[in-house]
């Protein structure tokens, strides 16, 4: 179903989840997402707006996914040609960290494994980095969870 910002199909009638492609304002594109996290969020805020909040939803992605021992996390919208930079752990031991970077621009955090405190931290850098606040450089690399 087409929605747009508020997640509205037509008047009256609102999607979420699988379904729903909408407008995001913080990306300024149409986008429509196949994840738990997003499904929930969007249904909240579908919810909240068929109430008469008339809040656009504007989300950045993330979703989780556990594959057998291995836990994927990724947060933001990560194209194929990004500078990529691991920021944390390495490969070779089974966890890491990787930050994306696109036109100079941080665009997304990924996580192979990656402790729950410490992608937590990725991702508040990550934010800062997205709305322009001072953020240097990439988070300093660190071989401990
Ligand atoms: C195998 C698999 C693994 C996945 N793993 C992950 C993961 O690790 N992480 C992650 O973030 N996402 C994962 N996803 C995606 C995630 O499950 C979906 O994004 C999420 O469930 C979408 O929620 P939803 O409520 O939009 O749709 P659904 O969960 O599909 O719910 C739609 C519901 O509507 C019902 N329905 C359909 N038609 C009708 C009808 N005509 N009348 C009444 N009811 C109807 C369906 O029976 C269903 O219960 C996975 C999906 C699959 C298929």
């Known amino acids: 179903m ?9 008047p009256g009638i609102y ?3 699988d379904v729903a492609s909408w407008h995001n304002p913080h990306f300024g594109t149409r986008m429509r997402l196949e994840h738990r996290i997003n499904a929930t969020q969007q249904a909240m805020a579908a919810v909240g707006n068929l109430l008469g909040d008339a809040k656009p939803f504007a989300p950045v992605p993330y979703f989780w996914t556990d ?9 933001g919208v990560i194209p194929p040609d990004t500078d990529m930079r691991i920021v944390h752990g390495d490969p070779v031991d089974g966890y890491f960290t990787t930050a994306h970077g696109h036109h100079r621009r941080v665009v997304g955090v990924f996580g192979w494994n990656t402790p729950p405190a410490r ?6 850098w990550s934010s800062n980095a997205r709305r322009g606040r001072p953020s240097r450089s990439y988070p300093r690399s660190a071989r401990q969870p």
């Open 2 to 10: 087409e929605c747009d910002a508020p997640c509205r199909a037509a």
């Open 15 to 17: 999607a979420a989840g």
């Open 67 to 75: 594959q057998y021992d291995t836990r994927i996390q990724a947060y």
């Open 119 to 124: 992608y937590a931290r990725c991702v508040a």
